[in-house]
């Protein structure tokens, strides 16, 4: 969708090193998320950001770490990348909380294509 | 914690024909969502129900929430292969700043 991007769209990567994937949002969204889609597991959460600096971990936090230094970027690091984390990852946005009741609901990235050799 | 559980995990549908897939949350939601994931693509909003007992169509898409908004279901009539994908619900967490879980989606395929 057009106002949020994931670089890269894919990577091959080696078992120790760190990687660094990249959510860009033009729309001005307070909250953004990360994602991680393996078959059979549908979409986990990792980190999620309700604001500038303000992060907290989600399900599957282990081995991954975030930032937010703007509004519109939001990193996702794998500090020493796994076999385990070879993935799907997606970026999403969302304009309020998923408990507000006139919510748009969340606005993906296209995606990123993790392997870890 | 929450669980948000889908069935079927797969559902093989012949053009033309309808199916229903199931929602079901281990607690109360405030509201449910539906997203739409079509091979190789990233999951897109489809729509979000409030209200218990609500209904909203979308042409041949029917979405519903329960009385008890702990379940909710979509029906696909007539059924074409435009419909492929993984159709997944999500729910409110209902932690502070509120994030999503989703289920584990139904993977639609039809054969013409």
């Known amino acids: 969708d057009a106002g949020i991007t994931q670089s890269p769209r894919h990577k091959v990567t080696e078992t120790g090193t760190p990687v660094t994937l990249r959510c860009h949002q033009t729309?001005?969204?307070?909250?953004m998320y990360w994602y991680r889609q393996d078959p059979g597991h549908g979409l986990r959460l990792i980190h999620y950001?309700?604001?500038?600096?303000?992060?907290d971990k989600g399900e599957v936090s282990d081995g991954y770490s975030v930032s937010r230094s703007k509004t519109e970027d939001f990193l996702l690091t794998l500090e020493s990348a796994t076999s385990s984390q070879t993935s799907v990852y997606f970026c999403?946005?969302?304009?309020?909380?998923?408990?507000?009741?006139?919510?748009?609901?969340?606005?993906f990235g296209s995606g990123t294509r993790l392997t870890v050799v | 914690g929450q669980q948000v559980m889908q069935i079927p995990q797969y559902q093989h549908v012949q053009e033309g024909e309808d199916f229903t897939t199931y929602c079901n949350s281990s607690t109360t939601l405030s509201n449910i969502q539906w997203y739409k994931q079509r091979p190789g693509g990233h999951p897109v909003f489809l729509i979000q129900l409030v209200k218990s007992g609500e209904v909203k169509k979308q042409k041949r898409l029917t979405f519903q929430f329960g009385e008890a908004k702990k379940n909710s279901s979509l029906h696909i009539t007539a059924t074409q292969t435009t419909d492929v994908g993984t159709y997944f619900c999500?729910?409110?967490?209902?932690?502070?700043?509120?994030?999503?879980?989703f289920g584990a989606g139904t993977q639609v395929v039809v054969t013409p």
């Open positions: 950001s309700y604001g500038v600096k303000d992060t």
């Open positions: 999500a729910g409110p967490t209902g932690d502070s700043w509120g994030k999503l879980q």
């Open positions: 999403a946005i969302s304009e309020s909380s998923p408990e507000g009741l006139t919510n748009y609901g969340y606005t």
């Open positions: 729309e001005n969204h307070r909250y």
